[in-house]
Every structure is written in C-alpha cells, then in structure tokens.
C-alpha cells in the first residue's frame, strides 16, 4: 500500500507491504509542491524518436549489455528501421560486435514512413538493466 502522510512534520510518501509474514514499511520524504508551482516543473520537449525497435527476448540483450561492461566503458549502438541493432565494444586490444537482425520496427508515434538510422555512444558505467 502507498499513501502520502506526516512523520514529524515533514511529507513522506508511506510504502508498506508484507513479505514472508513480516511486515516491511519504508517512509520516502517528499517535496509537496503547489498548485501555482507546477507549471515550472512540467516533462521536457523530447523530439520524436527516429529510430524506433522492439526487442523480442530483452533477457538475451541484457545478458549482452552485461558481459560488454566487463571489456569496455562505453558500448557503440547502431540501428535502423530495417530491424537490425548493432553493439559494438571497443578496447586497445580487442573489438566485439554483437548483431541483432530481424526485429521489428515500430512506427506508429514516427511522423511517416521512417527508413532512419541512428548510431550513438552508450556508457556502461551507471547502466541498470
């Protein structure tokens, strides 16, 4: 259960639930804003993705990601709407690629018939898959 609430004085939001017959209870403190305050603190404009893929077996992609952060600090990402993801990992000593071929593109929030690619720089350092 979740509730927003007082312990001495200050707002916490209160989680509590039950996990082999003890009873766990963390208060999270919390800021409680105004009404007239909100406008400032609205979602960033992100612009539309252009290159959109879902990944049929996200286990086997995180099983990569993760023997990846042993050998480098940043992983390579190349993909397109064709379906295909490329990792690449790169040291003095070695280069590893790892391909994912046949997925499938999503293109219902792309503005069009998008045939993008996009390629970007991943650090591995604070990733939590």
Do not use: W
Request: aromatic fraction near 6%.
């Amino acid at each position: 259960m979740m509730k927003l609430t007082k312990r001495m004085g200050q707002p916490v939001l209160c989680v509590e639930t039950r996990a082999m017959e003890v009873d766990v209870v963390h208060d999270i403190p919390v800021f409680v804003m105004r009404a007239s305050e909100y406008e400032y603190y609205r979602p960033p404009d992100v612009p539309q993705p252009e290159v959109q893929l879902e990944l049929p077996n996200s286990k086997g992609f995180k099983n990569v990601v993760d023997r990846l952060k042993n050998i480098a600090r940043n992983v390579y990402l190349h993909g397109d709407m064709m379906g295909s993801l490329t990792l690449r990992a790169e040291t003095e000593a070695v280069s590893i690629k790892t391909f994912f071929t046949n997925l499938t593109p999503r293109f219902e929030s792309l503005e069009g018939e998008s045939t993008g690619a996009l390629s970007l720089r991943l650090g591995l350092g604070l990733l939590v898959l």
